[in-house]
DNA sequence: AACCTGTACAACCGCCTAGGA
DNA sequence: ATCCTAGGCGGTTGTACAGGT
């Protein structure tokens, strides 16, 4: 039995985004937006699968987000919102303008979580760690009783035996600082520190905003496209000739 | 200079959920 | 009410790079 692929993977191509790749995808979403992510791959002309499309945008080359390592104040509020949400990571993400699930997550696992611990507290539960001494076993049992914050969904099954937010906390980060990141759509990647891969080098036209990300012709482009496979035979050329109804300046790519 | 190890982060995988047929 | 599909999420893995020996 299994689970059917979420696209057929056969010719798929896998591994690390080339500029190329990412060029033709900017290029798409930008002038068509996403209608349906398994078919924005055929559309743009690539040989990657839809879900590796929208991974691909969300995390690095939507044109809002923000580069570089979190501020001081985006990695406290994220530790704020850990606490009291554990690990969704997506709906942290959501408090943090410019920010992606995958970017805090990684930030999470690779620096606050080591932060957290040279400080002596607990990443997962927050609280201060008690190496030394022997934990008293009525009150581990306390604190396992203690009612979760956060839901009872999936995270939580795992985060049993780790998790058991509070609100006792030692840094007392005050959700005011989201405030500090009220990030206008039209933020500018390019303006924070550069990226590790090719396509992120890009300087983003100033249009680029996110609200321009309409659904231009969709209804054209999929009747051209058809329902099989015949989405391929679709040009990039036709798509740049889509990109220049917003503005869009082939030769900033090519 | 070459090799080894650790770190950071992009990308993938599999599961869950919402929405439509 | 049930099934199916697409999108979304969180965990994990793979890889490139930096620093140390």
């Known amino acids: 039995m299994g689970r059917q692929p979420c696209c057929e993977k056969v010719g798929l191509k896998k591994g690390p985004w080339t500029a190329d790749e990412d060029q033709k995808l900017v290029t798409f979403l930008l002038s068509n937006g996403h209608c349906c992510w398994r078919l924005v791959p055929k559309l743009a002309g690539l040989l990657r699968c839809g879900k590796s499309c929208r991974l691909r945008w969300t995390n690095y080359l939507r044109p809002d987000l923000k580069r570089g390592l979190l501020s001081e104040e985006e990695e406290k509020l994220v530790i704020d919102l850990h606490e009291?949400?554990?690990?969704?990571?997506?709906?942290?993400?959501?408090?943090?303008?410019?920010?992606?699930?995958?970017?805090i997550k990684n930030h999470w696992n690779t620096h606050i979580k080591k932060k957290l611990k040279k400080m002596g507290l607990d990443p997962v539960t927050h609280r201060p760690v008690m190496s030394l001494a022997q934990p008293d076993p009525l009150?581990?049992?306390?604190?396992?009783?203690?009612?979760?914050?956060?839901?009872?969904?999936?995270?939580?099954?795992?985060?049993?035996?780790?998790?058991?937010?509070?609100?006792?906390?030692?840094?007392?980060?005050?959700?005011?600082?989201?405030?500090?990141?009220?990030?206008?759509?039209?933020?500018?990647?390019?303006?924070?520190a550069s990226a590790a891969t090719p396509g992120a080098d890009v300087d983003w036209p100033g249009l680029f905003e996110v609200d321009a990300i309409l659904d231009i012709d969709w209804a054209g482009l999929l009747s051209a496209c058809g329902d099989d496979g015949g989405c391929s035979a679709i040009g990039v050329d036709m798509l740049f000739d889509q990109c220049s109804d917003v503005g869009f300046d082939q030769d900033v790519w090519m």
């Open 84 to 103: 009291q949400l554990g690990n969704r990571w997506s709906k942290i993400a959501a408090r943090l303008p410019g920010r992606t699930d995958n970017e």
């Open 139 to 192: 009150k581990q049992q306390q604190q396992q009783q203690e009612p979760s914050v956060s839901g009872g969904t999936g995270a939580d099954d795992k985060e049993e035996e780790e998790e058991t937010p509070t609100s006792a906390q030692p840094q007392g980060v005050a959700c005011a600082a989201s405030s500090a990141s009220a990030v206008s759509s039209s933020c500018s990647s390019s303006a924070s």
